[in-house]
């Protein structure tokens, strides 16, 4: 029997909420499909549309999800997806970019759905639908503070739940780039997009550059944005770190410096530094750290210098009023949360940007080779060799949660030959990948790591689940 599957993956946060996942049955008469209710476990299943399902007439089955907290429907989306050949039809869900989280001064939501359309390569072929539910943590560090001894133990004993390559959400740039052919050929040139041609999809740049503007858009967002929410509701949510390249676009455009994946601008450094300033003025209980480096810029002239990267946080603070917050290194890791906030320390750099910036050394879980994979068995294999003697002269740890599928064979026929923006190879692995990294960090990270070296999470698509479970793994660590 044809039919297209769909892998649904649920968190929630307290035993207030469910999420439901409904399928079509029986030619359209009635449904089938799952609910979630278990508390602060990752959850899946997978149901299967068949043509049997649907309607006679019908060329789409209606997948749905409901989100409920106390038996009241608080969200909701929906995709029309075709048996026959797995393309989606009609959906609120079928642009990546345009399904934010949801927070309220109640709950949060953070959700996702991967097109897989066929599948291609090492990628799924099953479609990808999660939904994480919690209370709102936007002062869940005040509220843990007020709960527990937090105020009394040095700050690293925080987990900080973190994003990777935190600028990749807004595609204002991008959208005026590939229309200059200038810089587009300077990119081809540079290679910034011979690693999208993949050999074994059999494009060429030649073909690349053949691509429409809007093509070549949304290939580069599938590509390079590892976020979809802004830095605002990121903050919402809970993130409390983030991992921002800033650097000049190269090799000709003037304008700024932006965040920067390879050679792709993300966010303007100078928005997402008064973005932070502006929400930590409004968040007095809450510490924001931030890890600007260079990682992955293709060229020196890229890196901005020290005086530069100053006149930009000068300016943030111009701007967004916020000259009464303090700025703290590596050394406030070891000064206490009631210490900080006393002195209204509240934004700490923890840099690998030159040697002179707030630099801080990092233990880190990443390599390319391990994380270019489809398999979340890689990464666990990653997560497991870290451990608390190599922790010894660094000044914090970074376990890193996401994978890099891109690089993988497949990517860019999923992300250009489906006919919705919600392809991105980066998203295809979010949820499977969440459901086994999740689970580690609650059972290896107290008996793994030293209780005293600040630890992050980082993943890509910030979610409330991860800030979750890093609240949980904070009161186990303060409590330690």
């Excluded at 060329?59 to 038996?71: D, L, P, R, S, T």
């Excluded at 997402?272 to 060229?299: C, K």
């Excluded at 990948?433 to 790591?449: G, N």
């Amino acid at each position: 029997m044809i039919s297209k599957g769909v892998d649904v993956y649920g968190y929630l946060g307290s035993s207030s909420y469910s999420v439901t996942h409904t399928f079509p049955n029986d030619f359209g008469s009635g449904t089938k499909g799952c609910t979630f209710d278990a508390v602060e476990v990752m959850q899946n299943a997978n149901d299967q549309i068949e043509e049997s399902d649907i309607g006679l007439t019908d060329h789409y089955g209606h997948y749905q999800w409901f989100a409920e907290k106390n038996g009241s429907v608080i969200a909701s989306k929906y995709a029309e997806i075709a048996p026959s050949t797995g393309n989606m039809g009609s959906s609120n869900m079928g642009d990546m970019l345009n399904t934010p989280s949801i927070v309220t001064s109640d709950h949060a939501i953070s959700y996702g759905f991967y097109d897989a359309g066929p599948g291609w390569g090492s990628l799924t072929n099953q479609d990808q639908s999660y939904v994480y539910v919690t209370s709102n943590h936007s002062t869940w560090m005040g509220d843990l503070a007020g709960s527990t001894a937090a105020s009394s133990k040095p700050f690293a004993r925080f987990a900080l739940p973190g994003v990777h390559d935190a600028g990749m959400f807004d595609p204002s740039f991008i959208h005026e780039l590939v229309r200059n052919s200038d810089y587009l050929a300077a990119l081809l040139e540079l290679g910034a997009l011979t690693p999208f041609a993949g050999t074994l999809a059999g494009i060429t740049v030649a073909e690349l550059q053949a691509l429409s503007a809007g093509e070549i858009e949304k290939l580069i967002i599938g590509f390079s944005f590892t976020q979809k929410d802004n830095i605002a509701t990121m903050l919402d949510l809970g993130i409390r770190y983030f991992d921002f390249r800033p650097g000049y676009c190269v090799p000709f455009y003037e304008g700024g410096i932006y965040h920067q994946h390879a050679l792709i601008p993300g966010y303007p450094y100078n928005s997402f530094l008064r973005d932070v300033l502006g929400w930590l003025e409004a968040h007095p209980s809450e510490i924001v750290v931030l890890n600007i480096n260079d990682q992955g810029f293709v060229a020196d002239d890229m890196t901005p210098s020290t005086e530069v990267l100053e006149e930009y946080f000068s300016s943030a603070v111009a701007s967004s009023g916020a000259s009464n917050i303090a700025i703290g290194d590596k050394d406030s890791l070891s000064q206490t949360y009631g210490q900080l906030i006393a002195q209204n320390k509240r934004l700490i750099f923890l840099n690998q940007i030159g040697s002179d910036y707030y630099h801080a050394s990092k233990y880190d879980s990443y390599n390319s080779g391990t994380y270019t994979t489809t398999d979340p068995a890689d990464v666990i294999g990653a997560l497991n060799g870290m451990s608390r003697s190599h922790q010894g002269g660094h000044d914090y740890t970074v376990l890193q949660l996401q994978a890099t599928p891109e690089g993988t064979d497949g990517g860019i026929l999923s992300n250009l030959t489906t006919l919705s923006d919600a392809s991105s190879p980066i998203l295809s692995t979010k949820a499977m990948f969440d459901r086994q990294t999740y689970t580690w960090l609650r059972q290896h990270v107290a008996s793994r790591f030293d209780p005293d070296q600040t630890i992050v999470f980082l993943n890509d698509f910030g979610d409330n689940a991860l800030v979750d479970i890093a609240k949980d793994i904070s009161r186990d660590r303060i409590n330690a």
